[in-house]
Nanobody, 128 residues
Framework: QLQLVESGGGLVQPGGSLTLSCRAS?????????IGWFRQVPGKEREGVSC????????QYADSVQDRFTISRDYAKTTVTLQMNNLEPEDTAIYYC????????????????????WGQGTQVTVSS
């Protein structure tokens, strides 16, 4: 079964940048898989941050990150990257990547219910 691993989290100052990466432990990688990035903080529901369709035909962002984050694929590495710029304290959360095997998870928004396979998360902390 597909297993996902996130990396790249850490502690940064407001205005700084981080790059998160999502990779698959399985042999086929993520090039043909719809991938979403989500985040969660204590006491709040998990929210969608961004997603990218299996054929790159659809990309979605949460309004709060639209002009600051960029999701992309590294086809050579068969990974998905979330470039996060101009980070704010409100971005502090555990960030998860997830895979959607239905093909519907990144159509007309980040549709969390369609993402069924999740990584363990990586902590992002934005603080002065």
């Amino acid at each position: 079964q597909l297993q996902l691993v996130e990396s790249g989290g850490g502690l940064v100052q407001p205005g700084g940048s981080l790059t998160l990466s999502c990779r698959a432990s399985s042999g086929f990688g993520l090039n043909a898989v719809t991938i979403g990035w989500f985040r969660q903080v204590p006491g709040k529901e998990r929210e969608g941050v961004s997603c990218i369709g299996s054929d790159d035909g659809k990309i979605q962002y949460a309004d709060s990150v639209q002009d600051r984050f960029t999701i992309s694929r590294d086809y050579a590495k068969t990974t998905v990257t979330l470039q996060m710029n101009n980070l704010e304290p409100e971005d502090t959360a555990i960030y998860y990547c997830a895979a959607d095997n239905t093909g519907w998870g990144c159509i007309r928004g980040i549709r969390q219910a369609f993402f069924e396979k999740w990584g363990q998360g990586t902590q992002v902390t934005v603080s002065s």
